[in-house]
């Protein structure tokens, strides 16, 4: 009976070792497969690489950052760790005015210069290694809203008086 019980445990412990390695498998494969997609993508214009390091230098990032124009329909995003990219999609690129585009690369660069892009990492191991616990299903997700809470509070605080231009973009 004893004998039963250490191979269940044995079992159990496999079976939770092999789930957590497929997370972690999962996860790295499918950043890096968003990753190729949303930064396989035409160059930015002029106009766009001017907005962005206008945009960086107002926040003093002297971090090198990649803008992508995606043909993908996604909204804007922060991808990379050591070298970030910004991805713009194509088609709100080609929509936007110039202080238009400033404002959406001001809240991706705010990301940047809060670290959430490895802030997200340290949250997706997480969720890989303790995949049985709901409660950090929870956190995750709750997580995920309060950082964009904070950076669009973030963006506000910076724009002052020009806060309109965020909400209306």
């Given at each position: 009976?004893?004998?039963?019980?250490?191979?269940?445990?044995?079992?159990?412990?496999?079976?939770?070792?092999?789930?957590?390695?497929?997370?972690?498998?999962?996860?790295?494969?499918?950043?890096?497969?968003?990753?190729?997609?949303?930064?396989?993508?035409?160059?930015?214009?002029?106009?766009?690489?001017?907005?962005?390091?206008?945009?960086?230098?107002?926040?003093g990032l002297r971090a090198s950052v990649r803008l992508c124009v995606s043909?993908?329909?996604?909204?804007?995003?922060?991808?990379?760790?050591?070298?970030?990219?910004?991805?713009?999609?194509?088609?709100?690129?080609?929509?936007?005015?110039?202080?238009?585009?400033?404002?959406?690369?001001?809240?991706?660069?705010?990301?940047?210069?809060r670290l959430d892009h490895w802030v997200r990492v340290m949250q997706s191991?997480?969720?890989?290694?303790?995949?049985?616990?709901?409660?950090?299903?929870?956190?995750?997700?709750?997580?995920?809203?309060?950082?964009?809470?904070?950076?669009?509070?973030?963006?506000?605080?910076?724009?002052?008086?020009?806060?309109?231009?965020?909400?209306?973009?």
């Amino acid at each position: 009976r004893s004998r039963c019980r250490k191979t269940r445990a044995t079992m159990l412990t496999a079976g939770s070792l092999f789930i957590t390695l497929a997370m972690l498998v999962r996860l790295a494969k499918h950043r890096a497969r968003l990753a190729a997609q949303l930064c396989d993508s035409k160059t930015a214009d002029a106009r766009m690489l001017h907005s962005l390091k206008e945009t960086k230098a107002r926040l003093g990032l002297r971090a090198s950052v990649r803008l992508c124009v995606s043909p993908l329909n996604t909204s804007p995003a922060l991808c990379g760790l050591l070298r970030p990219s910004l991805v713009l999609p194509a088609a709100l690129a080609n929509e936007l005015s110039d202080a238009q585009l400033r404002v959406v690369f001001l809240h991706e660069l705010l990301h940047l210069r809060r670290l959430d892009h490895w802030v997200r990492v340290m949250q997706s191991l997480l969720q890989a290694l303790f995949w049985w616990n709901p409660l950090l299903w929870f956190a995750n997700g709750r997580i995920c809203r309060l950082r964009e809470e904070a950076v669009d509070d973030a963006v506000m605080q910076e724009l002052n008086e020009r806060s309109d231009d965020y909400l209306r973009t």
